[in-house]
């Protein structure tokens, strides 16, 4: 079976050139609890739903491209199990695919680096092809994000440790830096902690916060005053922008 050796195509990109990857679908997503490897929570209450993946090793770039989105379509001349006319799945990144080193990428290690694999719900996965193929050979690239609302920001943390989670991104989709601020500070870079979260170990209580967000095609927001200065940690802000 033929792989790619890019991970990604540019969100930017406009090109139809979709690369080779195999699809397995998973018996239910990953709604509550830990929310998966990107860290969104309740994949429903955060709007993700249904239309969601989790990705191989080779194309999660460690948590970097959560929220990025994919058009997913059957490769017809290579299976017999894709639905003619199915046309195409719009699916968001939302979790990890776990590699399985004991078992060979072409035989249950489906998710093994340099494997380029999407494990999709099984409601989204039967939009292409049917339930008993399991496995299927698929095009894909990346497409613009749409959203309903503002970019969303939850602080988490302490009073001396912000650990913010980045969703609802519009867009490119996945973010790959940010920045923060108090009403009374200066920008300060924030560190990547996992999936998207972002962490910062600065007393900000008590100011309003502001964020700069750049995604991984180079776009850039400023969130200006997002949480005004009696924020609390557990809270969710959504600016009024979004990519």
Not at 1 to 19: C, D, F, G, K, Y
Not at 71 to 87: F, H, N, S, V
């Amino acid at each position: 079976m033929e792989r790619t050796q890019n991970a990604i195509v540019p969100a930017t990109s406009l090109s139809i050139h979709l690369m080779m990857v195999i699809i397995m679908f998973a018996s239910l997503p990953v709604v509550i609890g830990g929310g998966g490897a990107c860290g969104y929570g309740n994949l429903y209450s955060r709007g993700y739903g249904l239309q969601s993946a989790a990705l191989s090793s080779t194309l999660f770039s460690n948590g970097l491209t959560c929220g990025a989105c994919f058009e997913i379509k059957c490769r017809l001349t290579d299976t017999k199990w894709c639905y003619p006319d199915a046309g195409s799945i719009k699916v968001t990144a939302t979790n990890l695919c776990p590699a399985n080193p004991a078992r060979p990428t072409n035989n249950g290690g489906w998710c093994n680096p340099p494997r380029t694999h999407f494990d999709l719900s099984v409601p989204m996965f039967t939009k292409l092809a049917k339930y008993v193929a399991g496995i299927i050979p698929v095009q894909f690239r990346r497409i613009p994000c749409v959203k309903s609302g503002g970019i969303r920001f939850v602080m988490n943390g302490n009073p001396w440790f912000n650990l913010v989670l980045v969703y609802n991104v519009a867009g490119g989709g996945n973010v790959v830096s940010m920045q923060m601020k108090g009403s009374k500070t200066s920008w300060f870079t924030m560190r990547h902690n996992w999936g998207q979260n972002w962490e910062l170990s600065q007393k900000l209580q008590g100011q309003a916060i502001s964020f700069r967000v750049t995604l991984g095609n180079g776009k850039e927001l400023v969130a200006n005053n997002v949480a005004s200065a009696d924020w609390k940690f557990g809270q969710t802000f959504e600016d009024v922008r979004n990519f």
